[in-house]
């Protein structure tokens, strides 16, 4: 349709009428009319087909049909959308009006010698309407498309946000347990529900044999029969079996249907079989769980009853699973292995620190015996010398096994402490007062504000707390200076600060100080020796008392550990 020429197809076996129509619309100005005649109802719809009019004009009485019956055809083939369509008729019939309108005509006019400016109103307002019928439908068509698009991204969101639910759970169940079995019932629980299949998965043992690891299924006689049929007739892994063509291959199998032959080849027997068929196994999708390259495990659906039709999102998903699935066995592995290898360690130091003990209680005893026997002869003070050497040595390794051991302890849960009542600050004045003999370029100060130092707790294990902060204190101060201890009563609890003027930690190093076989020194400072287990034992022992301990310290200044032990009244509590 143009906005300067018309195109009429004028259906009507008379002649007269024709010219008529041809001659009335001639005197529009505003348009040019282009006209194509038809004298039957057949010619008019063959014509129709080939000139696509905008306007049709109708006669009601035709020779071989009448204007009904095309006005219906033509509404029928081309729309009511697409053309203005008026009958005309010779004489006036309500009933034949509405019926025409009904049928799809725009307008109905009697044929009169006036009827001129009749007929270009009925055309224009039929035009109009088949415009406006025209944007109906268009914007119709543009909102279904629409609506169409919008349903599309609302299943596109619903499916992403089922996948995203589904890797979330999944991912939750994989850091729940280290239980590898108990692990992999909880994926195949998961992939049963979003996949809506049987979900099994088979791993491969030590022996390389193949094992169900788990099978789930909504349906429990469905998950029962699976779980039975693979243990009565297990999977070979040199058969043609899926699972066992997936292990050795490392590739993905998709099957849209489980043929007759596949089923003949991977089943023992008729028994098998028939177990198979009463399962109603009919697609599968089976993806290898890989580590490192090789295939580990298999996680496989089988769609039950009707074939599911699996596309590359649900590949993807299944594959993104087994990833995730095969990572997570190895760290449980590795973390197994981790776990016997620290046991084992924790076990060999436990027996030899044992071990070397009592021949090394008996070394440190004859070197002091020795030293005593040869300071009462002549000359024999370089052989003194020696035994004192000796003993010392050999004393200070003993420190260090004693602190192995309870490393070990710690670790195996066997460390222990026992609880009486005693004064902390005679006990934290002895170890002080033995230090202090033990070196000339320090002055161990203390200094106590507490009116009560009476506490419970095990004073074996608190000296040993106290000796090591102090001999640290030392150890960390070659150049000597003050050392100060200060007991301060904080009502609930007791507060006991060491603070020394060595060579300090560096700041990177405080968080780990207290971690087991850690070691911290200043970048440019002297290297101190120790085993790095002496401030963690200090710590398990602080800790057993209900209290902490805490260290401040800036390189080169000196550090001040700070212990704190609940006093008896508010350690019950």
Request: glycine share 8%; aromatic share 6%; charged share 25%.
């Amino acid at each position: 349709m143009t906005t300067t020429t018309r195109t009429v197809l004028i259906i009507d076996d008379t002649r007269e009428d024709r010219e008529t129509y041809r001659r009335f619309l001639a005197r529009d100005e505003r348009y040019q009319y282009v006209f194509y005649e038809s004298a039957t109802a057949e010619e008019g719809l063959e014509d129709c087909r080939r000139c696509q009019p905008d306007i049709v004009l109708v006669d009601y009485l035709l020779p071989d049909d009448d204007g009904l019956s095309v006005v219906a055809a033509l509404a029928e083939e081309h729309g009511q959308a697409t053309f203005c369509i008026v009958m005309l008729t010779g004489a006036g019939d309500e009933g034949i009006a509405v019926r025409a309108m009904q049928l799809g005509a725009h307008d109905y006019l009697v044929k009169t010698a006036q009827m001129g400016q009749r007929l270009l109103l009925a055309i224009d307002h039929g035009l109009d309407k088949v415009r406006l019928q025209q944007e109906i439908k268009r914007q119709r068509g543009d909102l279904e498309q629409s609506n169409e698009q919008l349903r599309a991204a609302l299943a596109a969101y619903q499916k992403a946000a089922a996948r995203a639910r589904f890797m979330s759970d999944a991912s939750a169940a994989l850091t729940a347990s280290l239980d590898s079995r108990e692990t992999l019932t909880s994926l195949a629980r998961l992939a049963s529900v979003h996949f809506g299949a049987v979900c099994c998965i088979d791993v491969v043992t030590e022996h390389r044999t193949i094992e169900l690891a788990a099978v789930a299924h909504s349906d429990p006689a469905i998950e029962a029969g699976f779980r039975a049929m693979r243990q009565a007739y297990p999977v070979r892994i040199q058969s043609a079996h899926p699972v066992a063509h997936v292990l050795r291959s490392g590739a993905i199998v998709v099957l849209p249907e489980i043929p007759a032959e596949v089923i003949a080849s991977n089943t023992y027997d008729d028994a098998h079989r028939r177990i198979f068929n009463g399962l109603g196994l009919a697609s599968a999708l089976l993806v290898p769980l890989a580590v490192r390259g090789q295939p580990i495990g298999v996680i496989a659906l089988y769609a039950v009853a009707a074939p599911a039709r699996y596309d590359q999102d649900d590949i993807n998903l299944l594959q993104e699973l087994a990833q995730r699935a095969a990572l997570a066995l190895d760290n449980a592995q590795l973390y197994r292995e981790a776990q016997d290898a620290i046991k084992e360690r924790d076990a060999f130091i436990l027996v030899a620190s044992h071990e070397l003990k009592n021949p090394l209680a008996g070394l440190i005893g004859r070197a002091q015996l020795l030293q005593r026997r040869v300071g009462r002869l002549a000359g024999g003070e370089k052989a003194g010398e020696d035994a004192a050497i000796i003993s010392t040595l050999g004393q200070r390794i003993d420190g260090m096994l004693t602190e192995l051991l309870d490393v070990s302890r710690i670790s195996a849960s066997q460390f222990a402490i026992v609880r009486e009542p005693l004064d902390l600050g005679a006990l934290v004045e002895r170890v002080r007062g033995e230090l202090q003999e033990t070196t000339a370029i320090h002055t161990i100060s203390l200094r106590c504000q507490a009116p009560s130092l009476t506490i419970q707790g095990d004073a074996a294990r608190l000296e040993q707390v106290f000796y090591n902060l102090l001999n640290n204190a030392i150890k960390y101060a070659p150049d000597g200076g003050m050392i100060d201890i200060d007991i301060d009563d904080h009502g609930e609890s007791l507060w006991i600060s060491i603070r020394d003027e060595g060579i300090g930690i560096p700041a990177i190093d405080l968080p780990n100080v207290f971690k087991r076989f850690y070691r911290a020194g200043a970048a440019n400072g002297p290297r101190i020796g120790g085993t790095g287990v002496g401030l963690y034992v200090v710590k398990e022992i602080v800790h057993a008392h209900g209290g902490v301990i805490t260290v401040a310290s800036t390189e080169g200044a000196g550090s001040t550990f700070t212990v704190v032990l609940p006093l008896p009244e508010r350690a019950a509590g």
